[in-house]
């Protein structure tokens, strides 16, 4: 698979002077779910808003081949807008692309489907709980079908049901539209269920110090988290965390 | 039975505070100049009910316009501040200078500035003065405080600044602004009162000018109905804001959350 986007040797420092990113350089091929895993203040939120553009580098390089491809986002919070509904909220990319209204509306109910919220276009966000506001969060930024997702984690505030079943409904999503997605978090076993590539990154300057590929089961469910290839994933990259050869 | 004790408590005071001051009055045989009983000011105020209301327009209009005028320049100029933070850094002293500065000391200037000859337009444009502030400054706060992923997420999507302004800064800033006009409200008919206080005599016709000329009469029934009416008019100035506030947020806003008990 040839690489979508390339850092090289990529460094941040904020005007506050924390040096948050050293010397990174990283690689994200098209079609791969590549989770970055870190303690907090490792500067995973900063490598994914980097690559977003939101923020530029201080040093080095983020390039695209070939451009910069249709991008989406998702917070940790689902930050939707309070006075839109559901549909609205899932519109949000569309609407601002200019597509016309009765396209957006049919691609953005489309998305809340696929997210399991069909029946629910006509709500407002405080009336849902706090995993269905996350599927409309994961709902408006599939349906402008971009090719990159970023997440940033995303399921970090969910109770471990309303996760796992997230984790599974984002799989398969995944290899539906088949999108690149670079999603962080800081949780050994949910970076083990869902990636194909995980970058172990440190703080104290920011950095990756290993990447793990992963060679899942395309087909994964509740039972693979309890085989022995999952256990093995997750320790390896746990003992990565902790800076011991697995 | 929550509902019917929430509005027929105060009534019930209100209508027993009546009883217990007519009652007073006549016992005690207070002479109507110095306190009437609410049977003397009910007599003043339909014995000159026509020019009452006549007058009750007048401190109206000027209200209504110089309300209108502190949003709509209130709302501009706190948008223009959004887009540019010199225009802001520029402006803003000045219009807390305007708004720290008692005005009624600026009032006598307004009126020879503009003229007793236009004296309507000088009621209104003090009364604005009055009102315009809150409703600057909140909307300016209310326009900076949308959601910062929401702006980012704007901005990756491509948002142009009218499009950030329209469907993410305005909205974020609507509680702002309603919580903000409720206040003016009260403000603008406070402003137009003072102005009317200080235009004095023969050019103003609204209710503050008949309640300085009553006073002047010893006519204090008269003066209590004028008061009635101008109290009634802040209520319901009050009441039409809570319901456009209500209409606009009860279906998103925290704040029209009903508490769960």
């Known amino acids: 698979m040839s690489a979508l986007l390339t850092l090289r040797d990529v460094s941040k420092s904020f005007a506050s002077g924390t040096q948050a990113l050293a010397g990174v350089d990283l690689e994200v091929a098209e079609g791969e779910f590549l989770s970055l895993v870190g303690p907090s203040g490792c500067g995973k939120s900063t490598v994914l808003r980097l690559i977003a553009g939101l923020i530029a580098p201080s040093g080095g390089t983020v390039s695209f081949t070939p451009s910069k491809p249709e991008t989406a986002f998702v917070f940790q919070d689902p930050t939707l807008m309070p006075w839109a509904n559901v549909l609205v909220n899932a519109r949000l990319a569309l609407d601002l692309e200019g597509v016309d209204l009765g396209e957006a509306e049919a691609r953005a109910a489309e998305a809340l489907t696929r997210v399991g919220l069909s029946g629910f276009e006509r709500a407002f966000p405080r009336e849902l709980s706090g995993g269905m506001k996350m599927r409309v969060s994961i709902a408006r930024a599939i349906a402008a079908k971009p090719k990159l997702l970023l997440m940033d984690e995303p399921f970090a505030a969910l109770d471990e049901p309303a996760r796992q079943s997230l984790n599974d409904d984002l799989l398969a999503l995944w290899r539906e539209d088949g999108m690149t997605i670079v999603f962080v978090t800081h949780s050994v076993y949910e970076s083990a269920y869902l990636s194909t590539r995980v970058a172990v990154m440190r703080a104290r300057p920011g950095r990756v110090v290993e990447e793990i590929v992963l060679t ?31 | 039975m929550n509902a019917l004790l929430k509005y027929a408590l105060p009534f019930a005071l209100g209508i027993a505070v009546l009883v217990a001051w007519q009652v007073a009055v006549r016992a005690a045989q207070l002479p109507v100049y110095l306190l009437p009983a609410p049977s003397d000011i009910w007599a003043a105020f339909t014995s000159d009910f026509a020019s009452l209301m006549a007058s009750l327009w007048a401190t109206l209009s000027v209200t209504l316009a110089a309300f209108a005028l502190a949003v709509l320049i209130g709302v501009s100029l706190a948008i223009l501040f959004s887009q540019s933070r010199m225009v802001e850094n520029a402006l803003y002293p000045y219009a807390v200078v305007l708004q720290v500065t008692p005005v009624v000391a600026i009032a006598p200037l307004i009126l020879i500035w ?94 503050a000018w008949r309640i300085v000329e009553a006073g002047n009469r010893l006519e204090i029934a008269r003066l209590f109905a004028c008061l009635g009416l101008l109290a009634a008019l802040g209520i319901a100035i009050f009441a039409a804001l809570s319901a456009l506030e209500y209409a606009l947020l009860h279906k998103w806003h925290e704040s029209a959350l009903k508490k769960q008990a």
């Open chain 2, 114 to 207: 503009v003229g007793y000859d236009r004296i309507e337009l000088a009621l209104i444009l003090i009364a604005f003065l009055v009102a315009f502030f809150p409703i600057l400054s909140n909307t300016t706060l209310g326009l900076k405080s949308a959601d910062h992923n929401l702006i980012d997420l704007f901005r990756l999507y491509g948002a142009s600044r009218w499009q950030i302004l329209r469907r993410l800064q305005l909205p974020s800033a609507l509680p702002y602004l309603l919580g903000a006009m409720k206040i003016a409200g009260g403000l603008a008919l406070i402003g137009a009162v003072v102005a009317e206080f200080v235009a004095g005599s023969g050019t103003a016709t609204g209710l």
């Open chain 1, 216 to 246: 899942p089961p395309a087909a994964r469910n509740e039972s693979y988290r309890l085989t022995p290839e999952f256990s093995a994933a997750a320790g390896r990259i746990s003992a990565s965390l902790k800076g011991k050869a697995a």
